[in-house]
T-cell receptor, first 115, second 110 residues
Framework: NAGVMQNPRHLVRRRGQEARLRCSPMKGHSHVYWYRQLPEEGLKFMVY????????ESGMPKERFSAEFPKEGPSILRIQQVVRGDSAAYFC?????????????FGQGTRLTVV | GQQLNQSPQSMFIQEGEDVSMNCTSS?????WLWYKQDPGEGPVLLIA?????ELTSNGRLTAQFGITRKDSFLNISASIPSDVGIYFC??????????FGAGTRLTVKP
């Protein structure tokens, strides 16, 4: 049973380009969370999604950032017109539904560098 | 939004010493989770707590879910060099929404 898969592991983009980060949850998991981590800092919540629904996007910047989790395929975090300040590690986690299965497991992250 | 306060921010200890860190929140959570992150890697789940007052162990790690449901602590006994890393607490509410503390950076001196 594969864990949470994120790709790419490393992504370099020039200012103004688009960045697409992918997250495939663990098998059977229908909840996905995206977090951002700057060097030497903690995990900052961005967005929480279930299949085809955004449940909580209170941590997402209002502009340039969007996330989706379609019925089929991975969850995508999209950053349009990237700026240097977007450089960070982006982690996703997935969990299953139900009070006994709320543990969330993380992927290895995508490290975005904007040059 | 929900805020988690994790302390201490960092710890420098000798190998063999015990470690204690905690998290407090202004909100009630239904689940508390503790993660460890090694450099360049994603966080790895250590312990999950589901009931107020619950005390759970995983090897040398022990964690408790506070009675008020607004706090949790993690203890590491007889620390070893591989315990080095960043430890995060996370709280989860009824909607499965999950928030993290800022982390405790642990350094273990041999």
């Amino acid at each position: 049973n594969a864990g949470v898969m994120q790709n790419p592991r490393h992504l370099v983009r020039r200012r103004g380009q688009e960045a697409r980060l992918r997250c495939s949850p663990m098998k059977g998991h229908s909840h996905v969370y995206w977090y951002r981590q700057l060097p030497e800092e903690g995990l900052k919540f961005m967005v929480y999604l279930q299949k085809e629904n955004i449940i909580d996007e209170s941590g997402m910047p209002k502009e340039r950032f969007s996330a989706e989790f379609p019925k089929e395929g991975p969850s995508i975090l999209r950053i349009q017109q990237v700026v240097r300040g977007d450089s960070a590690a982006y982690f996703c986690a997935s969990s299953a539904r139900g009070p006994s299965y709320t543990e969330a497991f993380f992927g290895q992250g995508t490290r975005l560098t904007v040059v | 939004g929900q805020q988690l306060n994790q302390s201490p921010q960092s710890m420098f200890i000798q190998e063999g010493e015990d470690v204690s860190m905690n998290c407090t929140s202004s909100s009630i959570f239904n689940t508390w989770l503790w993660y460890k992150q090694d450099p360049g890697e994603g966080p790895v789940l250590l312990i999950a707590l589901y009931k107020a007052g619950e005390l759970t162990s995983n090897g040398r790690l022990t964690a408790q879910f506070g009675i008020t449901r607004k706090d949790s602590f993690l203890n590491i006994s007889a620390s070893i060099p591989s315990d080095v890393g960043i430890y995060f607490c996370a709280g989860q509410n009824n909607n499965n929404d999950m928030r993290f503390g800022a982390g405790t950076r642990l350094t273990v001196k041999p």
